[in-house]
């Protein structure tokens, strides 16, 4: 935790006075600075909905970074009047240092953040952390992006959070659909394992913490909700937008030049995902083939087309689902993966000329059409047969490695 001092922490007065304690199975961390016209209100109406319309245990941590208003005396006060209620103080800011405290602190077993302005309807809550206390998903994120979701905010705003998360897409192959929408819950297990990834303490603290579980193949729920833009917030938008991308460029750097302490080059694809992808790229392969089986039929024999064109995208379909299929980054044992993958090749060469001869002996002409599509049928066998060997020989190792290997 990158603090100068211990951080103070006010108990709630229900905690202080009870001999008996049972860890909350839900605690919501309310991260602020300066927030002396809001903080009372925002808290009082949170603990109220947690107390009369919400199924699970739950505490509420006001995380305060430095405050100079008077925001600690108010947090305090509440800590010492409202149940469940605690307040923490750190002397720097930054939301994802408020978030790393009290989330490796907390003995709850699933661990929220929501903004303080509570822009994001609370009846998104039990639908945001439902899905983890079950341990259906790792993480889970409110998005204001997504198919039902209702917001009411500027366009200026809107713009710059579509673009943010369209370079997120882009150049970091996220799949979330809303990276900064403050209402998000993880999994305290998850936490524990990715908290000492993640190294930016400020806004970008989520993104990070979001790409970083992706790419490990944890499961992330996204929930659409009803958001409302609070239109006296004092984050400066550019200036966190430029932090963000600066934090987007650092998380490349970090994935090509520390792949062992990002964690993310990854864990393996779960079996459907492989199959997805392996499917996906197969078909690619199959066109490229295809195509490069016509060219060179107007030049070469049939079998010596067959080989050149099955030899070129064998090479390129290894490279392909060596990286995307299974999630193998960076070139350590590529060369071995490379010729692993050109005996892989030479199996399924046999199988295509074996079809191949076989149509010319049940019939001495066959029209181009007609071996083509004895070419693909084979293919599809050799394809079959080619992701058994790809996964349970050429890249072995990715299934063999510890988790902790990582």
């Known amino acids: 935790m990158s603090v100068t001092q211990a951080p103070e922490i006010a108990i709630p007065a229900a905690a202080a006075a009870s001999p008996a304690y049972d860890p909350p199975e839900v605690e919501i961390v309310i991260p602020v600075f300066n927030e002396v016209g809001s903080l009372d209100c925002s808290i009082r ?5 947690l107390t009369t319309r919400f199924p699970f245990s739950a505490r509420v941590t006001i995380a305060d970074n430095g405050s100079t208003d008077g925001t600690w005396e108010i947090a305090t006060k509440l800590a010492a009047e409202l149940g469940s209620v605690r307040a923490m103080r750190l002397d720097l800011k930054g939301r994802g240092r408020a978030l790393d405290a009290v989330w490796r602190s907390s003995d709850a077993r699933v661990l929220a953040y929501m903004d303080v302005d509570l822009s994001t309807d609370l009846s998104a809550l039990l639908p ?17 992006l997504a ?10 705003r809107e713009l710059i959070s579509r673009s943010y998360n369209t370079i997120l897409h882009v150049a970091l192959g996220a799949r979330f659909s809303d990276a900064q929408c403050g209402f998000k819950a993880i999994r305290a297990d998850r936490a524990r394992e990715l908290l000492p990834l993640v190294r930016d303490r400020a806004w970008f603290f989520d993104t990070e913490l979001l790409v970083l579980a992706e790419r490990a193949g944890m499961r992330i729920h996204e929930v659409p909700v009803d958001w409302v833009d609070d239109p006296d917030s004092r984050v400066d938008i550019v200036a966190t937008a ?17 792949p062992q ?16 992808r392996f499917a996906s790229i197969g078909v ?9 089986f016509l060219v060179f039929r107007s030049m070469l024999g049939a079998q010596a087309a067959n080989a050149l064109a099955l030899l070129l995208t064998a090479i390129a379909n290894t490279a392909a689902n060596r990286r995307f299929t299974f999630a193998i980054r960076g070139s350590a044992n590529n060369v071995r993966h490379q010729f692993q993958g050109l005996i892989v090749f030479g199996i399924a060469l046999g199988l295509t000329a074996s079809s191949l001869a076989l149509l010319h002996t049940l019939v001495p002409d066959p029209t181009r059409a007609v071996e083509l599509a004895a070419l693909v049928a084979a293919n599809l ?16 190792e990715r299934r063999a490695a510890p988790e902790g290997a990582l």
Not at 45 to 49: E, I, K, N, P, T
Not at 134 to 142: K, Q, T, V, Y
Not at 262 to 276: D, I, L, M, R
Not at 284 to 292: D, E, H, K, Q, V
């Open 381 to 396: 066998l050799a394809t079959i047969l080619r992701f058994a060997l790809l996964r349970s020989w050429v890249f072995r």
């Open 45 to 49: 109406r949170l603990h109220d909905y």
């Open 242 to 258: 430029l932090a963000d991308l600066r934090g987007v460029a650092r998380l490349l750097r970090d994935v090509r030049t520390r």
């Open 147 to 156: 198919r039902g979701s209702r917001v009411v905010r500027g366009t200026r």
């Open 261 to 276: 302490a990002v964690a993310v080059a990854g864990a393996e694809p779960s079996f459907g995902g492989q199959v997805v």
């Open 128 to 144: 945001l952390v439902a899905p983890l206390l079950s341990g259906h998903s790792d993480l889970a994120i409110g998005t204001r």
């Open 284 to 292: 690619l392969s199959t066109l490229a083939y295809a195509l490069l």
